[in-house]
């Protein structure tokens, strides 16, 4: 793991999880994010929570001292990508993700966008969302096997100049091993115990075994969101991880 200076004294070890906030107002998660520490995980907004309060509560977490993924998960044309990519930079987010199959011109449009920017965020490429598997890939006509269309898209997120990917962690010792070992892997899906999954996620893992199949980042939401004490789970997620 790469190691994080929080305030210019020794390094220590990232933390991958990434915490979901999958919650409907900003009081429900200000009251939630109070209970967290920023050495023990970063947080993610998704477009539910960010439709409901907006960029305020974004920069509230980022001063908070929390590294902010901005999952909205952006594809439309290039010039509107790029755009939106660069408010994001500008609102001090640490990473926000695009779909990968808006193509190349798209990705290479929001790298272009960062490219004089000081602080510039990752830039994740979305493939195959977790909820989905072959029978609704085949739906809307795509009829590649699921690992063969995540390492297309990865790939072609790579050579767009993306910093990674959003992948299951099924997938992960493939992109690895094709990708190499600086690409940025976020793999949501992550339960502690796959075997009482009741959600709708479909392609899961737990911490351990994502992490050793090569995960970068770990997304993890309502088994942290909804457990009786999350910063003793997040703690021993960390502790499992060496951090």
């Known amino acids: ?7 210019g004294s020794l390094p220590v070890q990232r933390t991958p999880v990434i915490v979901a906030l999958d919650f409907a107002s900003a009081d429900e998660t200000l009251n939630f994010v109070r209970r967290l520490d920023p050495t023990l995980c970063q947080l993610k907004i998704g477009k539910e929570l960010f439709t409901a309060s907006g960029r305020r509560l974004a920069e509230s977490l980022i ?7 901005l999952d909205l998960k952006y594809h439309d044309i290039p010039h509107t ?19 990968s199959l808006g193509g190349r ?12 920017l000081s602080h510039k965020p990752l830039l994740i490429g979305v493939t195959v969302l977790t909820s989905m598997e072959q029978a609704d890939l085949a739906e809307i006509g795509l009829e590649l096997p699921v690992a063969e269309l995540v390492l297309s898209w990865a790939q072609l997120a790579q050579s767009s100049g993306l910093d990674g990917v959003v992948c299951s ?5 493939l992109l690895r091993r094709h990708l190499g070992a600086d690409f940025v892997l976020v793999t949501p899906g992550i339960r502690p115990n796959v075997a009482t999954n009741n959600d ?5 893992m737990t911490p351990q075994a994502a992490l050793a199949a090569g995960s970068s980042y770990l ?3 309502r088994p942290i969101t909804g457990a009786d004490d999350p910063v003793a789970l997040l703690r021993q997620i960390n502790a499992e991880a060496n951090v």
């Open 105 to 116: 011109r798209m990705m290479e449009a929001a790298v272009a966008a960062l490219a004089p």
């Open 81 to 99: 990508v790029a755009a939106a990519c660069k408010v994001a930079a500008e609102m001090g987010v640490w990473m926000v993700d695009m779909h």
């Open 219 to 221: 997304v993890m939401g």
């Open 169 to 173: 962690a099924q997938e992960a010792a």
């Open 1 to 7: 793991m790469n190691p994080l200076i929080l305030d």
């Open 200 to 204: 709708d996620q479909r392609r899961i």
């Open 63 to 69: 001063q908070q001292g929390f590294k902010l993924f």
